[in-house]
């Protein structure tokens, strides 16, 4: 029911528009009345009303001079005038106060009725179309986290265009004032036992790790953005917020030895890290994350013998050199990020193009030799499996291959390679169980995003249907078949992950860890961690 607020100097037409008007046919409530321009101010800033109707000429304040404060005050409310004085002036002013109707006295009911009931028809339109902005909003502030995340990942990959990368850095005062950046790259070793989790595991693996990544960093209170990179391999963005001089490079090191020790002692996960070098300027960030991932991939400058750690030590102009130097230079990361975007869009052109410019690149540098063929192969296919996670099966099942790894032996020869990546991208993209099915990938990533970042609240599969506008059993399936688990398996999964990480540090106590993961009953935490690792919250902390 909309609200409305009465302002006449004459008691009688007060009581007959009361009495008379059938004010809830037309779904308004009368909810304040006054005699004069000031009283009027008074009942509408209190009753705070949708709809005003006033007299002009009255004793105090004249209803056009209350109206010029109304929309001073910010109401945005519809406002009639109805007045027997019909002088051109009043209705200028009126124009200017944004009046909604000027009224003639006196009025009849049905005008009278045929006015209000527009102008709750213009109420209602207004309602549906804030209802609408508020709604576009919420989805905003929704997925603002996942869209900043993406720009990260693009910034630190090199796959930003110069003006959306300048917007970025724009709105990212943390970025943007740093006084200087290096990126850490981060490979999770494929052993015998990581090559044979599931996809729903493979997640909390990723997970698991990057739990361990943040809790270092922020003990440290380091300035960082933790990235997610395809198949195996994660990044870090150190930042030097000013206060750090000669020492940043040194703390890199001795943050990432940390890492290494803490993800094989809490998780039993062999991982290798790189860093590239220091840069001043945050268009060469993209520069620190290639020699980082070339000093992983080539196992170059490890001066430590006690961990897979190696620090990017080569020839400066090699990626670290002015802008048009290093954009000549061949960017596997670069080139891994761009062709997972354009596997992730159903972009086949696109992703023939990439294909094209990075295979022409490598001609140039005349690096063809078989072995670096063979690896471009075997990442090109490791970037097609990672594109097919999230919507169940492996590639090899889908495409029904069974030679891929005698496939790739076989490339000895630039065009091979070229004609191998062409023919697996014809063969992905006919495939009707992926076009039929990128959309609930992107659903489901969706979904372990979301879990992953709001596992400590109270978050519910009907929610997220919500969120992704898709049924709530219609989503509980996409979700099982894509990650082997139904939605409150994985959660669970999640937030036991956490809570392991967390009790082996030992810096908490059990029902605050409980509290930390999203469970308000500390004795259901502990049947649930039980189940899951066979060992109660506190034998678990004394291991």
């Given at each position: 029911?909309?609200?409305?607020?009465?302002?006449?100097?004459?008691?009688?037409?007060?009581?007959?528009?009361?009495?008379?008007?059938?004010?809830?046919?037309?779904?308004?409530?009368?909810?304040?009345?006054?005699?004069?321009?000031?009283?009027?101010?008074?009942?509408?800033?209190?009753?705070?009303?949708?709809?005003?109707?006033?007299?002009?000429?009255?004793?105090?304040?004249?209803?056009?001079?209350?109206?010029?404060?109304?929309?001073?005050?910010?109401?945005?409310?519809?406002?009639?005038?109805?007045?027997?004085?019909?002088?051109?002036?009043?209705?200028?002013?009126?124009?200017?106060?944004?009046?909604?109707?000027?009224?003639?006295?006196?009025?009849?009911?049905?005008?009278?009725?045929?006015?209000?009931?527009?102008?709750?028809?213009?109420?209602?339109?207004?309602?549906?179309?804030?209802?609408?902005?508020?709604?576009?909003?919420?989805?905003?502030?929704?997925?603002?986290?996942?869209?900043?995340?993406?720009?990260?990942?693009?910034?630190?990959?090199?796959?930003?265009?110069?003006?959306?990368?300048?917007?970025?850095?724009?709105?990212?005062?943390?970025?943007?004032?740093?006084?200087?950046?290096?990126?850490?790259?981060?490979?999770?070793?494929?052993?015998?036992?990581?090559?044979?989790?599931?996809?729903?595991?493979?997640?909390?693996?990723?997970f698991a790790v990057e739990n361990i990544v943040h809790e270092i960093l922020e003990q440290e209170r380091a300035t960082f953005f933790f990235v997610e990179l395809p198949g195996n391999h994660m990044a870090v963005l150190l930042l030097?917020?000013?206060?750090?001089?000669?020492?940043?490079?040194?703390?890199?090191?001795?943050?990432?030895?940390?890492?290494?020790?803490?993800?094989?002692?809490?998780?039993?996960?062999?991982?290798?890290?790189?860093?590239?070098?220091?840069?001043?300027?945050?268009?060469?960030?993209?520069?620190?994350?290639?020699?980082?991932?070339?000093?992983?991939?080539?196992?170059?400058c490890a001066p430590y013998a006690d961990t897979d750690l190696y620090v990017y030590a080569g020839d400066h102009a090699v990626f670290g050199g002015p802008e048009e130097n290093a954009r000549n230079k061949l960017r596997p990361i670069?080139?891994?990020?761009?062709?997972?975007?354009?596997?992730?869009?159903?972009?086949?052109?696109?992703?023939?193009?990439?294909?094209?410019?990075?295979?022409?690149?490598?001609?140039?540098?005349?690096?063809?030799?078989?072995?670096?063929?063979?690896?471009?192969?075997?990442?090109?296919?490791?970037?097609?499996?990672?594109?097919?996670?999230?919507?169940?099966?492996?590639?090899?099942?889908?495409?029904?291959?069974?030679?891929?790894?005698?496939?790739?032996?076989?490339?000895?020869?630039?065009?091979?390679?070229?004609?191998?990546?062409?023919?697996?991208?014809?063969?992905?993209?006919?495939?009707?169980?992926?076009?039929?099915?990128?959309?609930?990938?992107?659903?489901?990533?969706?979904?372990?995003?979301?879990?992953?970042?709001?596992?400590?609240?109270?978050?519910?599969?009907?929610?997220?249907?919500?969120?992704?506008?898709?049924?709530?059993?219609?989503?509980?399936?996409?979700?099982?078949?894509?990650?082997?688990?139904?939605?409150?398996?994985?959660?669970?999964?999640?937030?036991?992950?956490?809570?392991?990480?967390?009790?082996?540090?030992?810096?908490?106590?059990?029902?605050?860890?409980?509290?930390?993961?999203?469970?308000k009953n500390v004795p259901y935490f502990s049947t649930q961690f039980k189940k899951y690792t066979g060992l109660n919250p506190s034998d678990f902390q004394r291991l």
């Amino acid at each position: 029911m909309w609200k409305a607020v009465i302002v006449d100097d004459d008691r009688q037409v007060l009581k007959s528009m009361k009495k008379m008007f059938p004010w809830h046919e037309v779904g308004i409530e009368l909810c304040g009345e006054a005699l004069d321009g000031k009283e009027g101010l008074s009942v509408i800033r209190n009753v705070r009303p949708d709809i005003v109707i006033t007299d002009i000429y009255m004793p105090v304040m004249d209803g056009l001079d209350m109206a010029e404060q109304l929309r001073r005050d910010g109401f945005d409310g519809l406002i009639y005038i109805l007045s027997g004085y019909s002088e051109f002036q009043y209705a200028l002013k009126a124009i200017r106060l944004q009046v909604d109707d000027y009224l003639p006295k006196p009025v009849t009911l049905n005008t009278l009725k045929d006015v209000l009931s527009e102008g709750v028809r213009k109420l209602e339109e207004k309602k549906q179309r804030l209802l609408e902005k508020e709604e576009i909003m919420n989805k905003i502030m929704l997925y603002e986290p996942f869209v900043q995340k993406q720009y990260i990942r693009s910034l630190v990959a090199g796959t930003l265009p110069p003006h959306e990368m300048q917007t970025l850095i724009g709105e990212n005062d943390l970025i943007r004032r740093a006084a200087a950046y290096l990126t850490m790259g981060l490979e999770i070793v494929r052993t015998e036992r990581v090559s044979r989790i599931s996809t729903g595991d493979w997640n909390l693996f990723r997970f698991a790790v990057e739990n361990i990544v943040h809790e270092i960093l922020e003990q440290e209170r380091a300035t960082f953005f933790f990235v997610e990179l395809p198949g195996n391999h994660m990044a870090v963005l150190l930042l030097d917020p000013g206060d750090c001089g000669d020492s940043f490079h040194q703390g890199a090191i001795a943050l990432a030895k940390k890492m290494i020790h803490a993800v094989d002692k809490y998780l039993n996960i062999q991982v290798r890290m790189g860093l590239g070098q220091v840069k001043s300027h945050w268009k060469q960030i993209a520069d620190s994350t290639e020699e980082a991932f070339l000093s992983l991939s080539l196992k170059i400058c490890a001066p430590y013998a006690d961990t897979d750690l190696y620090v990017y030590a080569g020839d400066h102009a090699v990626f670290g050199g002015p802008e048009e130097n290093a954009r000549n230079k061949l960017r596997p990361i670069q080139f891994v990020q761009q062709l997972t975007e354009a596997i992730r869009c159903s972009n086949c052109n696109k992703i023939r193009q990439i294909l094209d410019v990075y295979l022409a690149q490598l001609e140039k540098q005349d690096d063809t030799k078989p072995t670096t063929l063979q690896q471009y192969a075997e990442e090109i296919w490791r970037i097609f499996e990672y594109a097919l996670y999230g919507i169940g099966g492996k590639l090899e099942e889908k495409l029904r291959e069974t030679n891929v790894e005698m496939e790739i032996r076989n490339i000895v020869r630039i065009d091979q390679l070229r004609s191998w990546a062409e023919n697996k991208i014809e063969q992905l993209f006919k495939n009707t169980f992926w076009s039929e099915n990128i959309k609930h990938k992107q659903a489901v990533e969706f979904m372990i995003d979301y879990i992953h970042e709001h596992y400590a609240e109270d978050i519910t599969l009907g929610e997220l249907s919500e969120k992704v506008h898709i049924s709530r059993n219609y989503l509980s399936d996409i979700f099982k078949k894509a990650t082997g688990d139904t939605f409150n398996e994985y959660l669970t999964k999640v937030r036991m992950e956490k809570a392991r990480t967390l009790l082996l540090e030992g810096k908490l106590l059990i029902y605050e860890i409980a509290e930390k993961v999203g469970y308000k009953n500390v004795p259901y935490f502990s049947t649930q961690f039980k189940k899951y690792t066979g060992l109660n919250p506190s034998d678990f902390q004394r291991l």
